[in-house]
């Protein structure tokens, strides 16, 4: 269409502010002043633009702007740049599949100053940029040498950069012209090569180009170290394989095989574990067996297995205790809210642990289990949590609610296929101390069938008088367990077995009243839940007698768990309220609560609100006797 322009030919090019130009988006490209670049036009706007180009004879000029992200299809005004070049169309050349293939030149910077129309294409008013005036030529001389130096630098390195590059750069005397071209030749992403187009301080634009260059030369050398360092270890790891292969081949004449090297390993982790002499006796005495099993005979498994179980055991690996009562007592009063007798029971605890461990002399330290009695909800489990914490423990938890299978509990004997030691071996192996605190939550729920009684192979377990010498069924060794730390929960002391139940202290934790269950509301459950949802202090605003009206009519509990998912069940409507009417800030008041959570589902009782002397108005229950209370009245009735 036309002829290449000359640098002569656009500085001598002026525009008007007021006229409009099309517009036409480029995808992954930033064109630079002067810059000569094929681009590829498929999208409907971009082809009717350059129709029109080609049908007016008086057009000369489009705007190539980039767009801020290039996977959008049909960008909108505000995916594109501010800034852009005013170019000109040198030809168009028609494709196969209808699309069509344009060579475009750069003139100059412009800003885009609004745009006048959106379709059939983008038309904009645009102002040209000029570089800010040069003050100091010396140092600008300076700078650009630099620059010329540093490109000449990359060009050795990078492939698709040549010595024609070279000669082309130096033929350009003027800074704004060379460090356009340098950058135009480099492969950058287009958000880096957009803000040095932006950029009208020809100083500073070349020392961003030069920045870019030395970081591209850095990643460059890094790449290929890393490149060489892969290469070495391919190396390595062929000449491994060809000296393993040597060694086959050797141990093979010798009449040794790979189970060799196997056993000398198994020997090694055995030696290592640092156990009893007992047990290191048995240990060795398999490993001697298995050393004379054929490697493809299926009792060679259950033989390693058996091995690595025994050897996995942390016999001497225990954590340190530190212990300390008073930050004992801040990280319990900072995790649970009242509870001030069972917090009170615990420091008494970890109090005389911490004495008698600086005082003994042998180290052992026994000390009677715990169990957290109380209802649901009320942070049993939690506060073996903050104990395990504030001792600098490891925390293992076993859930024992439904299991029937004594075998959980000492495993199975290692005779059966899939055999594995117990739930308590188990734990220990995985956590790799030999002095976790170990909670059994939900002691109460083992139930006992012909599988035997889960109950009763807990009582060597808790036995702080035997438990130092637990033989579990699978390993057949005795193995210490008096560092252990147990602690159970429980519902109801009810259902456990009288002899469990004498091994343990019970501590009961009461319900909560309704103040108190005020108090863990705001302190615990409405942060925790704010911050689950994604919502923050600013959005949302739960009032005092709102919570009240939450925990009087909504829950009936002795902990707060069903409170804390009500909590949970406004914060997610209120999510939902944000998101689709917009809304910055809801409070929910005590007459909106049934908008979020339904009907009330209690009430408050008659008495309650009126003395009703005489009358009998109420039944209760208490986990030791079963009891008919006739509120008002000064007997009860038994049952």
């Known amino acids: 269409m036309t002829d290449k322009l000359s640098e002569k030919d656009i500085e001598n090019i002026s ?88 060579i475009v030149q750069g003139i100059t910077r412009v800003k885009i100053l609004d745009y006048i129309d959106t379709e059939p294409y983008f038309k904009a008013a645009v102002s040209t940029i000029s570089d800010d005036p040069i003050k100091d030529e010396h140092e600008l001389d300076g700078i650009v040498d630099n620059l010329r130096n540093s490109f000449n630098d990359l060009i050795k390195v990078v492939p698709n950069l040549t010595e024609e590059h070279t000669g082309m750069l130096s033929n350009i005397q003027k800074p704004n012209r060379l460090v356009d071209r340098a950058v135009s030749l480099m492969t950058l992403p287009n958000q880096e090569k957009q803000d ?25 050398k890094l790449g290929e170290e890393i490149q060489t360092e892969v290469h070495d270890e391919i190396a390595k790891t062929q000449r491994e394989y060809y000296l393993r292969e040597q ?53 060679y498994n259950v033989s390693r297995t058996y091995i690595e179980w025994i050897a996995d055991l942390p016999w001497s690996k225990s954590s340190k205790d530190r212990i300390d009562v008073n930050e004992a007592l801040k990280i319990l009063d900072k995790d649970h809210y009242g509870l001030e007798k069972v917090k009170e029971r615990i420091i008494e605890y970890l109090a005389v642990r911490n004495l008698k461990q600086k005082r003994s002399s ?75 605190l170990f909670l059994l939550d939900e002691i109460d729920k083992m139930a006992m069938d012909f599988r035997g009684d889960p109950s009763s192979a807990l009582l060597e377990v808790l036995d702080p008088e035997q438990n130092n010498v637990f033989n579990d069924h699978y390993l057949e060794v005795d193995f210490d367990l008096s560092n252990v730390m147990f602690i159970a929960t429980a519902n109801s002391t009810d259902s456990i077995p009288a002899p469990l139940l004498d091994r343990m202290e019970v501590i009961r934790l009461p319900g909560y009243t309704e103040n108190e269950k005020l108090e863990i509301a705001k302190k615990y459950l409405l942060p925790k839940q704010y911050k689950l949802n994604g919502l923050k202090n600013k959005e949302i605003s739960i009032p005092i007698q709102t919570i009240r009206d939450i925990i009087s009519s909504y829950t009936r509990e002795a902990g707060v768990r069903n ?18 009417s917009e809304t910055k800030t809801l409070k929910i008041m005590p007459s909106e609560i049934e908008n979020f959570l339904g009907v009330k589902k209690y009430s408050s009782f008659v008495c309650d609100k009126k003395d009703m002397i005489g009358q009998a108005n109420g039944l209760a229950w208490t986990s030791f006797r079963a009891l008919l209370a006739l509120v008002g009245l000064d007997w009860l009735i038994s049952q």
């Open 15 to 102: 525009l008007e502010g007021a006229d409009e130009y099309p517009v036409m988006p480029l995808r992954n490209t930033v064109l630079f002043p002067q810059q000569v670049i094929p681009i590829y036009i498929g999208r409907e706007k971009s082809l009717k633009l350059i129709s029109d180009y080609e049908a007016d004879d008086n057009k000369k000029y489009i705007i190539v702007v980039a767009q801020e992200d290039g996977s959008i299809e049909d960008p909108e005004i505000q995916d594109l740049y501010s800034y852009g070049t005013l170019a000109t169309v040198l030809k168009v050349f028609g494709m196969p599949d209808n699309s069509k293939s344009a």
């Open 196 to 220: 040095i187009l932006e950029e009208v301080n020809v100083k500073k634009r070349i020392e961003k180009a030069i920045s870019i260059i030395s970081r591209e030369m850095q990643r460059i």
């Open 247 to 299: 060694m086959k081949a050797i141990q093979k004449e010798l009449g040794e095989d790979e189970g060799t090297v196997e056993l000398k390993e198994l020997e090694n982790k055995i030696k290592s574990a640092k156990m009893p002499e007992e047990s290191e006796k048995v240990a060795m005495k398999e490993l001697d067996r298995l050393s004379r099993i054929p490697t493809q005979s299926p009792e």
């Open 362 to 436: 042998d180290g052992n330290i026994r000390g009677p289990i715990l169990c957290f009695g109380g209802p649901p909800g009320v942070g049993k489990t939690s506060l073996g949590k903050s104990i395990a914490r504030s001792m600098g423990r490891e925390f293992i938890r076993l859930s024992l609610g439904g299991v029937r299978d004594e075998a959980e509990i000492r495993g199975h004997r290692k005779t059966y296929i899939g055999s594995m030691p117990g739930k308590v071996m188990q734990n220990l192996s995985k956590v790799k101390v030999n002095n976790p």
């Open 563 to 580: 409170l804390d998912r009500e909590i949970n069940k406004i914060c997610r409507k209120v999510v939902r309220q944000i998101l689709m």
